[in-house]
């Protein structure tokens, strides 16, 4: 690899970090490693050269270890810009070195060279004691500042910690493991993980290695060797890594490809562990059915290494708080593992996972995170609002809102909010049969057919499911997906599953549904949406707010309402005839209801008359808490 001299973008800086950050841990040679940390140092801060210097304490001198293009320079300890440095532990950055007294400018004559500026950052050991510094000089293009003195702490604590341990080939090899966790942890910091993380997946994986019988030294390998496993995220770009929302088709292959970069970035390695590591990173997401990737590898094509980080990888992200999810449940986690047999995870790995359950736990405590990523005092369950609006317009969707990437509640506008991640939908909620919250499930099925492999389940009242098989999906108006078998299954394309008012439904380990009855021109309901102990009232159309106010009263914990408001006052005759409500109609209602503590949030305003219902809705609402919801905006609750 080719590394030239620029000024650095975070992306360029990060792959820079990573590729001497291997070469250093592809070498025990003191020598070779400090001769590494200088040329990273002086490409770190874009300089023209760099010293590392090191205190001979019984000649009371600093002496030059590396200096690029300079021999050996020697200068009596505290003597100079750098030994100033060194005496007084502190860092300097100096824009004209002429112009600083302490500058010994006999070098420069000596060597025909010309400091212009320079940047020095003192080196100690573990007990405080100085040892040398790392001095870059000639910043390319102007003078140093505090980034370039930040990125070179990067070099100065390992090349400090080199330093005391040059002799000693144990201390050497710990800092080599220290970079593997360290590069370990840069790939997983960027996508939002702890540093424990890969901490917790070493120590699973060695003992997992141990117990399926590998030799205590393939184990060790295994150790430190799996924090690798994502080290190929260093190279995908953060828009993508770190997106909050759902990631289309495209985005999907630029995230996978994250196993191949991360072989490609380090196979080339001669070092046994760096070997390890490479086979982790590529095959961590292979599964054992062969349904993985990048290769599609099964059984024991998939080396072993790559097998163990699997699950012990699986096990903590699943049980793992991230500021977009909370952990699961243990149960949720053994019976999703044990649901995998055979299938991601190998049925013996598997097995010695659950006899050793305890012995997982008492890992998982000894390394267990120093703080909560998921902040436990705010509310968090969020939702997408896909489409907000009671028609269709330029620039405004109909009613659509995603609970997870595979339930949404209506289907009124998903193509342009999800776009590809639309192939993901598979369970569709309805609230009723008007053509604003049903149209896409026709969009969806005719533009992905060939892409899915699962059947998209919709989920309504009896009288909707009618009223769609007689109006809509009736090989009239469109084709009926209900009796057509996917390119890549033998499930039908649509399948209809009917609901009733007051039954509860599980939609995933912690996510809950309930139909209520709402008042509308045909069969229709809202839902209770409960997420981790909070609830939402998701009312969709309506105009009778009588049963709403009754649930909001008896079930005190709902602290969230989504509620419509289709036309302005002057309108109010169409709102009753169609069954709608203005803000004089809802916030009259609204009074009833004794309590004050409901968030409101109101969908379905006809676009063309925003601004007026907008205006009227501030005049009514008095102390209610409201917000009018918009196309692709997140509600916390």
Not at 33 to 45: C, E, P, W
């Amino acid at each position: 690899m080719e590394i030239k001299q620029q000024n650095l973008e975070s992306d360029k800086l990060l792959e820079m970090i990573f590729y001497y950050f291997t070469e250093l841990s592809s070498t025990k040679d003191h020598e070779t490693i400090i001769t590494i940390l200088a040329s990273m140092a002086k490409m770190l801060t874009s300089a023209d050269r760099c010293t590392i210097w090191t205190v001979d304490h019984e000649k009371n001198k600093i002496v030059s270890k590396i200096a690029h293009e300079v021999d050996v320079l020697e200068l009596p300890f505290g003597s100079g810009i750098v030994g100033s440095v060194i005496a007084h532990n502190e860092s300097l950055i100096i824009e004209d070195a002429y112009k600083d007294e302490r500058f010994h400018a006999e070098i420069d004559k000596k060597t025909g060279y010309k400091t212009k500026n320079m940047l020095v950052v003192p080196m100690q050991n573990s007990d405080g004691e100085a040892i040398g510094a790392i001095q870059v000089i000639n910043k390319i293009g102007g003078v140093f500042d505090e980034d370039d003195l930040r990125r070179l702490f990067l070099t100065n604590t390992v090349a400090a910690e080199t330093l005391v341990s040059a002799n000693l080939q144990k201390e050497i090899d710990n800092t080599q493991k220290e970079i593997i966790f360290l590069m370990g942890a840069v790939g997983e910091s960027r996508s939002q993980e702890t540093a424990n993380h890969v901490k917790r997946v070493a120590e699973y994986s060695k003992f997992l290695a141990l117990e399926y019988g590998l030799d205590p030294e393939e184990a060790e390998m295994l150790k430190y060797a799996s924090p690798m496993h994502d080290i190929g995220k260093i190279a995908i770009p953060d828009h993508i890594l770190n997106k909050p929302s759902y990631l289309n088709s495209y985005e999907k292959r630029i995230m996978n490809s994250h196993t191949q970069k991360g072989y490609d970035l380090i196979k080339n390695s001669k070092r046994p562990l760096l070997q390890a590591a490479a086979i982790v990173a590529h095959q961590h997401h292979e599964k054992w059915d062969g349904s993985g990737y990048p290769q599609g590898l099964k059984g024991e094509e998939i080396h072993i290494f790559g097998r163990i980080t699997a699950l012990a990888d699986v096990f903590d992200a699943l049980g793992s708080d991230r500021v977009y999810k909370r952990a699961w449940s243990d149960e949720a986690i053994f019976e999703f593992i044990e649901k995998e047999r055979g299938k991601h995870f190998e049925p013996k790995l598997v097995d010695i996972f659950f006899k050793n359950r305890e012995h997982i736990f008492k890992i998982r405590e000894s390394f267990k995170d120093e703080f909560q990523i998921y902040n436990k005092s705010k509310d968090l369950n969020t939702i997408k609002i896909l489409g907000a609006y009671g028609t269709k317009a330029s620039g405004y969707g109909t009613i659509s809102i995603a609970l997870n990437k595979e339930s949404v509640i209506d289907a009124g506008n998903l193509l342009d909010t999800l776009r590809d991640a639309s192939v993901e939908i598979e369970h569709i909620w309805l609230t009723h049969s008007h053509l604003d919250h049903i149209v896409e499930i026709a969009y969806i099925l005719d533009n992905y057919f060939s892409q899915r492999d699962k059947s998209l389940n919709v989920y309504a009242l009896p009288e909707t499911i009618q009223a769609l098989r007689e109006n809509f999906l009736n090989d009239t108006l469109w084709p009926d997906f209900s009796t057509i078998k996917l390119q890549n299954s033998e499930d039908m394309a649509l399948k209809y599953q009917e609901i009733a008012i007051g039954e509860e439904y599980q939609i995933t380990e912690d996510e809950f549904l309930k139909p209520f009855a709402t008042d509308h021109t045909v069969p229709s309901c809202g839902y209770l949406y409960k997420k981790r102990g909070r609830t939402i009232m998701i009312a969709s159309d309506t105009y009778s707010l009588e049963n709403i106010i009754a649930i909001l009263e008896k079930e005190r914990e709902i602290k969230a309402l989504i509620v419509e408001c289709s036309f302005p006052d002057d309108m109010q005759d169409l709102a009753k005839e169609s069954k709608h409500l203005t803000p004089k109609l809802l916030f009259g209602q609204l009074k009833a209801l004794t309590r004050r503590d409901i968030k409101i949030y109101i969908n379905h305003m006809k676009p063309i008359c925003i601004d007026e219902i907008s205006a009227q809705i501030e005049d009514y609402r008095a102390e209610w808490d409201v917000k009018i919801l918009k196309d692709e905006e997140f509600l916390h609750f």
